[in-house]
């Protein structure tokens, strides 16, 4: 065998997806970040010289098509078997559980929650059930492995869920940016019996689209329909990241601020417990993250 180091490859570098519009043209192409829950712990695809796998989505159907090659193979000779990529990665490309003949969604019929402007560019946030959505929600599954650590697929079906598709329109093209799905579960409360506490499970945006305030668009429409939904008592977030952690903080404490919480008298040391409880439940947000985004005031308030 040759330098071995070219039979050796991170599967995160190998893997490019490759976004197209319904004409065909590219529209964005980026790696994954993780790929440890499609091929192990160490993301290393072994036996073949100059890999490369790309997988293909057309927007907005986001059909994928999967296409590896490579310059070379190992021999069976070798005693090394060559990673099964199109096998293992196919297992993941869609879900199963979804009947293949559906037929494919027009996202132009999907609920807009929101649309804004960005740089001249335009912007929707559409909002539905992923049942509603199968036909799209099968192939999108494979991001969260993608791009949430300890991120795993969602059961479609249930009704439970419900998901924002983040999309830029190009042209009169749907073009898929992130997107962002929401587990509704029952919270009692001796007011009601329908009360809910929303959990924010999975939240991507797409890399090449980071860093351009697209995550706290996202966030900040969801958490209005929070608000306004008077059903919905408090909502959470589940296993949050460094950087999704970031983007809540600067979120929930700006919102804060704009209910004008931080300039009420009251608001100064020793926080009085009928103070808090008072003023969380309008935000709607958990004591934890409430007393996170009043001590994050505190602090700028004593600087
Ligand atoms: N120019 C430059 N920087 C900007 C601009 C701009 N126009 N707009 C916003 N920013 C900055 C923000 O100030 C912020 O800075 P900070 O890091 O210092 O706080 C940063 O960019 C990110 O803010 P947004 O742009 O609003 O957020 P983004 O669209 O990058 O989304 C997210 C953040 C969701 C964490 C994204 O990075 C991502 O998808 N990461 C990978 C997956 C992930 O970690 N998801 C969360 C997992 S936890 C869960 O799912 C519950």
Redesign the pocket.
């Known amino acids: 065998m040759s330098n071995i180091d070219e039979w050796v490859h991170n599967a995160n570098e190998c893997i490019s997806i490759v976004q197209k519009n319904e004409k065909g043209d590219v529209d964005c192409e980026f790696h994954p ?1 993780f790929t440890y829950s499609i091929f192990g712990d160490s993301e290393v695809l072994y036996g073949y010289k100059n890999l490369n796998i790309e997988i293909q989505y057309i927007s907005p159907s986001m059909k994928p098509q999967l296409k590896v090659t490579c310059s070379d193979r190992l021999a069976p000779e070798s005693g090394v078997e060559p990673t099964n990529v199109d096998k293992t990665l196919s297992k993941y490309l869609r879900d199963d559980r979804v009947p293949e003949s559906l037929e494919p969604v027009d996202v132009r019929n999907i609920p807009v929650a929101e649309t804004y402007s960005f740089d001249e560019r335009k912007f929707c946030i559409l909002k539905s059930k992923p049942s509603d959505l199968a036909a799209i929600m099968q192939y999108l599954q494979i991001f969260s492995l993608f ?3 300890g ?1 795993s697929f969602i059961d479609i079906f249930d009704p439970k869920w419900t998901i924002y598709l983040l999309y830029e329109i190009k042209e009169e093209q749907y073009c898929l940016r ?1 997107y962002c799905t929401v587990y509704h579960y029952y919270k009692w409360d001796k007011t009601r019996t329908d009360g809910e506490r929303p959990r ?7 890399p090449p ?9 996202l966030y900040n429409t969801i958490v209005n329909i929070f608000l306004e939904d008077p059903k919905i008592l408090e909502f959470a ?5 460094e ?2 952690d ?2 809540r903080d ?1 979120c929930d404490f700006q919102r804060l601020k704009s209910m004008n919480i931080f300039t009420s008298p009251e608001f100064r040391l020793p926080l009085s417990k009928e103070w808090l409880h008072s003023q969380r439940s309008a935000t709607k947000l958990p004591p934890r993250q409430f007393l996170r985004c009043c001590e994050i005031a505190l602090t700028m308030k004593m600087k």
């Open positions: 970040t791009f949430i650590e991120g992130g924010i499970s999975q939240f991507v945006i797409f689209f980071q860093r351009e305030g697209h995550g706290s668009r977030v589940e296993d949050s990241s950087a999704f970031d983007l600067r």
